[in-house]
């Protein structure tokens, strides 16, 4: 089972979808027992950084998804849910994240719209399981006016985001959301799924 982490924000619906179709038992759920018994977690998220920590850290679901992850469990953060992942995000104000990857999310600066939305290449920058069947320079779907600017766990970038993807052993996420990606997006949630095991 594959717990989609229901925390009151993100396109929850998309994400369970796409995971049924390559063929994982998704739930949505809050309940910590329920995250505890998953073979991995997703946390996806649309929307502002600082309400989205703090409707996790309320309910107590961030230190729960910390405390999992610290010990081995499978984890893919989205779009906002990869975000969320960093040290800090300097989004309307300095925020500390749940520190699961280093560096921190800042304002987009190389793109001449915000937000930035549509497909843009992804340049892989370094091997991971979630790239199996992925070519370089394969197209993503974004949508976001901030971005993890630097990570030494960054394994994908586009001109406008330098750590597009990062991955530090079980603990990954991308800033594209696969949902909305094709059969590439959909071979992403493959990957992760089969490191659920």
């Given at each position: 089972m594959i717990a989609i982490v229901d925390y009151g924000v993100g396109n929850l619906r998309s994400v369970e979808r796409a995971l049924l179709h390559v063929g994982a038992e998704p739930r949505l759920t809050a309940d910590g027992d329920e995250l505890q018994r998953a073979d991995g977690l997703v946390l996806p998220g649309v929307g502002a950084f600082a309400p989205a920590l703090e409707k996790l850290t309320e309910s107590g679901i961030g230190r729960r998804v910390v405390d999992l992850a610290k010990r081995g469990k499978p984890v893919l953060g989205v779009c906002l849910g990869y975000q969320l992942l960093f040290e800090e995000s300097m989004e309307h104000g300095r925020h500390q994240g749940l520190g699961l990857l280093d560096g921190r999310v800042v304002k987009v600066t190389k793109s001449t719209r915000l937000p930035v939305i549509g497909w843009?290449?992804?340049t892989l920058e370094d091997e991971s399981p979630l790239w199996r069947g992925i070519a370089?320079?394969?197209?993503?779907?974004?949508?976001?006016s901030y971005t993890p600017d630097s990570s030494r766990h960054t394994i994908a970038s586009t001109e406008h985001s330098p750590a597009a993807a990062a991955a530090r052993l079980n603990v990954m996420g991308t800033q594209f959301h696969p949902e909305k990606s094709g059969p590439d997006g959909l071979r992403v949630y493959e990957n992760f799924v089969a490191l659920c095991g």
């Open positions: 843009c290449r992804l370089d320079r394969s197209y993503f779907y974004f949508v976001h």
